[in-house]
């Protein structure tokens, strides 16, 4: 009888910045002759995206660990309990040979579940500062790779470098050489903001528009996701100064748009900054303001530092100031393509497989020991 394949249960949060390197992962996992599941927020279970992973998708119940106040704190461990209750249910049934947390809050049951069993656990984390829900999880955790170069110091004799795992779209659209517009030719810019849309985005780059000259808006071709209540608004002040431009609040291409831009104004979340690296696109990076942990401000400070892009807080993205760079950016297109070269140069396309190195040599240890 043929030896079972090893399962691995990949546990992640509701969003792009969890799921995507997650279904890169187990992509990889599955060529390699793995089995996966999935156990991920309730939204995405039944939606389209739970359709292609190559796998069992479940949810347990999930709340936060770290609220403020004690109705907050009771509620959100009376949920840890259930919802790990619940995750050791499920792995009794699966019986996973390695657990992989992509952090949010989903990713706490199940890798508390299978640590408490005795199943490995490895922590992926996309940002260049640590969530809160790995970092709760970190201590329990057997490894933890990260998708920045940057050094978690509480626990190094188990942290790795792996890079972000991103999707066969982003790796076709790598494919794709920057070529930096005319002198005089037209910009492609590319704006959005995560995947709800990001409402500064909305006030300032059509504002922005009004501020350049007539012949450099000429030069224009822009592709902005709004929010749907804003994407009417937009479009029409895009109408009304002469720009080309679509205008719409989501776009299942997007890899495809960065390949195709000159210059982009986006985030700066972790897979928003990863994509533009392997891309190899330059980009202008809004942080989102107000977090706490400041992880889109430090995830910009990586690619900025290697000269792939520009970093401007919010508080400073001014339609004034955007005009501005604009200008500046479509009057030297050699700076462009300078930016995307660099941006590329700390890409790290292989990431999935480099993750998987790391479960099977988990995997390994596991069998050995």
């Known amino acids: 009888m043929p030896e079972a394949k090893p399962l691995i249960l990949l546990a992640a949060g509701g969003t792009g910045g969890h799921l995507f390197p997650a279904e890169a992962l187990a992509t990889e996992l599955v060529n390699r002759g793995c089995r996966t599941a999935l156990v991920t927020d309730e939204r995405i279970a039944s939606g389209d995206w739970a359709k292609r992973f190559p796998g069992e998708v479940s949810t347990l119940t999930a709340g936060t660990v770290t609220g403020t106040g004690i109705i907050a704190k009771a509620i959100g461990a009376l949920k840890l309990a259930k919802g790990t209750l619940e995750a050791r249910a499920l792995i009794s049934r699966l019986k996973p040979d390695v657990v992989v947390?992509?952090?949010?809050?989903p990713t706490v049951p199940p890798v508390l579940a299978a640590s408490m069993k005795g199943i490995p656990t490895i922590l992926h984390e996309a940002n260049a500062v640590m969530g809160r829900a790995n970092r709760f999880l970190a201590k329990r955790a057997t490894l933890i790779a990260t998708g920045f170069p940057?050094?978690?110091?509480?626990?190094?004799?188990k942290t790795v470098f792996s890079g972000n795992p991103v999707r066969k779209p982003v790796l076709l659209a790598a494919e794709s050489e920057f070529h930096a517009p005319e002198k005089d030719g037209v910009l492609n810019l590319l704006v959005f903001g995560g995947s709800l849309g990001a409402r500064v985005m909305s006030e300032v780059v059509p504002a922005a528009m009004?501020?350049?000259s007539l012949e450099l808006r000429s030069r224009l071709s822009i592709v902005q996701q709004a929010r749907?209540?804003?994407?009417?608004?937009v479009a029409k002040i895009y109408d009304a100064l002469g720009v080309k431009h679509e205008v719409a609040p989501f776009f299942t291409d997007l890899p495809h748009r960065i390949a195709h831009a000159h210059l982009v104004i986006a985030r700066a979340g972790a897979m928003t900054v990863t994509e533009l690296s392997v891309i190899g696109r330059p980009s202008i990076l809004v942080p989102l303001p107000g977090s706490l942990d400041q992880d889109q401000a430090t995830n910009a400070a990586v690619i900025v530092a290697a000269g792939g892009a520009l970093a401007v807080p919010q508080s400073a993205f001014t339609p004034v100031s955007l005009a501005e760079?604009?200008?500046?950016k479509m009057s030297n297109p050699e700076r462009l393509t300078e930016m995307a070269a660099k941006a590329k140069s700390i890409g790290i396309s292989d990431a999935a497989s480099r993750l998987a190195r790391h479960v099977f040599s988990v995997l390994s240890n596991r069998a050995n020991g």
């Open 210 to 212: 009004q501020q350049i």
């Open 150 to 157: 940057v050094p978690h110091p509480e626990w190094p004799e």
């Open 101 to 105: 947390g992509f952090g949010g809050y």
């Open 228 to 233: 749907e209540e804003d994407v009417t608004r």
């Open 325 to 328: 760079i604009l200008e500046r």
